[in-house]
T-cell receptor, first 111, second 113 residues
Framework: DGGITQSPKYLFRKEGQNVTLSCEQNLNHDAMYWYRQDPGQGLRLIYYSQIVNDFQKGDIAEGYSVSREKKESFPLTVTSAQKNPTAFYLC??????????FGPGTRLTVL | GNSVTQMEGPVTLSEEAFLTINCTYTATGYPSLFWYVQYPGEGLQLLLKATKADDKGSNKGFEATYRKETTSFHLEKGSVQVSDSAVYFCALSVSAGANNLFFGTGTRLTVIP
């Protein structure tokens, strides 16, 4: 089955900790994206990558970091510098210039 | 700039009622337009899309027509079902390179039997 997987589904973090969210796709898409969703709001772009070993900041990159060492993987690290990290995080992928397809999401809660 | 304005919810309808969710946009260039649906606790699923003016996207009984003259992409369905209860997002994409999506705030639809 082709698709996008995200893990874990639920993640709890203590204040001051870094956590990494996984995103994997087997669609052979070149581009991958990370979005943040807060209750009652639309999605906001954190980072995106159009090709391996390259990525760009989105609208709300502060407190987050990413890597793109492999085409199929685009992990997101939420650092302790992110002041309000509790949210629903969505990963997406696409062929360059084409429709984005989304994973099932990871819900992060800071305790 | 690029932005999407969606009809505010929540929207509650009885089963078999007609649905319209309004969406208007502002964009530089010639955007592609999308409707995504999010069921509780899940990611977004592409519902339909249109890539140029006057195109009609359709899927699962939902339709939306790309209206350049009114900068709109309203979502419609003739007869909703309980299983259509979800949050619906209108979005646009203007850059063929980066292909970044700009989302509306979402409209929650609840269909009651």
């Amino acid at each position: 089955d082709g698709g996008i997987t995200q893990s874990p589904k639920y993640l709890f973090r203590k204040e001051g900790q870094n956590v990494t969210l996984s995103c994997e796709q087997n669609l052979n898409h070149d581009a991958m994206y990370w979005y943040r969703q807060d209750p009652g709001q639309g999605l906001r772009l954190i980072y995106y990558s159009q090709i391996v070993n390259d990525f760009q900041k989105g609208d709300i990159a502060e407190g987050y970091s990413v890597s793109r060492e492999k085409k199929e993987s685009f992990p997101l690290t939420v650092t302790s510098a992110q002041k309000n990290p509790t949210a629903f995080y969505l990963c997406a992928s696409s062929q360059t210039g084409d429709t984005q397809y989304f994973g099932p999401g990871t819900r992060l809660t800071v305790l | 700039g690029n932005s999407v304005t969606q009809m505010e919810g929540p929207v509650t309808l009885s089963e078999e009622a007609f649905l319209t969710i309004n969406c208007t946009y502002t964009a530089t260039g010639y955007p592609s337009l999308f409707w995504y649906v999010q069921y509780p606790g899940e990611g977004l699923q592409l519902l339909l899309k249109a890539t140029k003016a006057d195109d009609k996207g359709s899927n699962k009984g939902f339709e939306a027509t790309y209206r350049k003259e009114t900068t709109s992409f309203h979502l419609e369905k003739g007869s909703v079902q309980v299983s259509d209860s979800a949050v619906y997002f209108c979005a646009l994409s203007v850059s063929a390179g980066a292909n970044n999506l700009f989302f509306g705030t979402g409209t929650r639809l609840t269909v009651i039997p």
